[in-house]
């Protein structure tokens, strides 16, 4: 069953149009998901075959409805290879409690492999990190790192919450970041590319910029 649910797979992937968009990859996990297919023959696979990952993710993922067994699931499915492949996984774990999220990102930006660091920070990019007594826990997860994409990551979060508090996070940035300015830098400038962040919190975010290069 499990060669032959492999192999299903595969063909209706090969049937798909040869430059085939998410969007046609996610029709056929909609269809495994109103079937219930089981498709944990693909575990093993989706790392060399990538084209297999996000049905593998999202068709099991979509068929658990409890956010918490959501969240178990990707943490024994640790399966990442780029920085793609942990952003999409953001939307399943929203509505998690924010014990449970901060005991998972904790582990997340000690480990090893960068796209597993960088999922411990995107994982907070929705309603998670929209309460502002979650403020100082989240930023005390931050921590230099010579990933490019963890520090992506962690200037996404950081211009994230600069949209819902910037006056909290301009005074973190102002007096209790420690991070290299290359993160800094990073999280400057997606806060000024926001369109849902104000012109003049904008002004303010940027004339940090010489403080913050001479603290580093």
């Known amino acids: 069953m499990t060669e032959a649910t492999t192999e299903m797979i595969r063909r209706d992937l090969d049937s798909l149009p040869a430059h085939y968009k998410t969007k046609d990859v996610d029709a056929l996990i909609?269809?495994?998901?109103?079937?219930?297919?089981?498709v944990s023959c693909l575990r093993g696979i989706v790392?060399?075959?990538q084209q297999f990952h996000r049905i593998y993710f999202h068709t099991t993922l979509r068929q658990i409805r409890d956010v918490r067994e959501r969240a178990?699931?990707?943490?024994?499915?640790?399966?990442?290879?780029?920085?793609?492949?942990?952003?999409?996984?953001?939307?399943?774990?929203?509505?998690?409690?924010?014990?449970?999220?901060?005991?998972?990102?904790?582990?997340?930006?000690?480990?090893?492999?960068p796209f597993v660091r960088r999922w411990g920070y995107v994982m907070w990019i929705s309603k998670l990190c929209r309460q502002e007594e979650r403020l100082d826990p989240i930023l005390s997860?931050?921590?230099?790192d010579d990933a490019y994409y963890v520090q992506m990551a962690q200037a996404w979060l950081i211009a994230e919450l600069a949209v819902f508090f910037p006056q909290r996070i301009w005074a973190?940035?102002?007096?209790?970041?420690?991070?290299?300015?290359?993160i800094n830098g990073k999280a400057?400038?997606?806060?000024?590319?926001?369109?849902?962040?104000?012109?003049?919190?904008?002004?303010?975010?940027?004339?940090?910029?010489?403080?913050?290069?001479?603290?580093r």
């Not at 909609?30 to 089981?38: A, I, M, P, S, T």
């Not at 919190?201 to 403080?211: Q, T």
């Open 47 to 49: 790392l060399r075959e």
């Open 172 to 182: 973190w940035m102002n007096t209790d970041n420690t991070l290299r300015y290359c």
């Open 188 to 215: 400057i400038q997606k806060i000024c590319d926001s369109y849902r962040v104000g012109d003049a919190d904008k002004e303010r975010f940027k004339a940090l910029r010489p403080k913050l290069k001479e603290r």
């Open 72 to 113: 178990a699931f990707i943490d024994s499915n640790l399966l990442f290879s780029d920085w793609w492949h942990t952003d999409q996984l953001i939307d399943f774990v929203s509505d998690l409690d924010f014990e449970t999220a901060m005991r998972y990102a904790h582990g997340y930006v000690q480990n090893g492999d």
């Open 141 to 144: 997860l931050m921590k230099d």
């Open 30 to 38: 909609r269809r495994y998901v109103r079937e219930g297919y089981d």
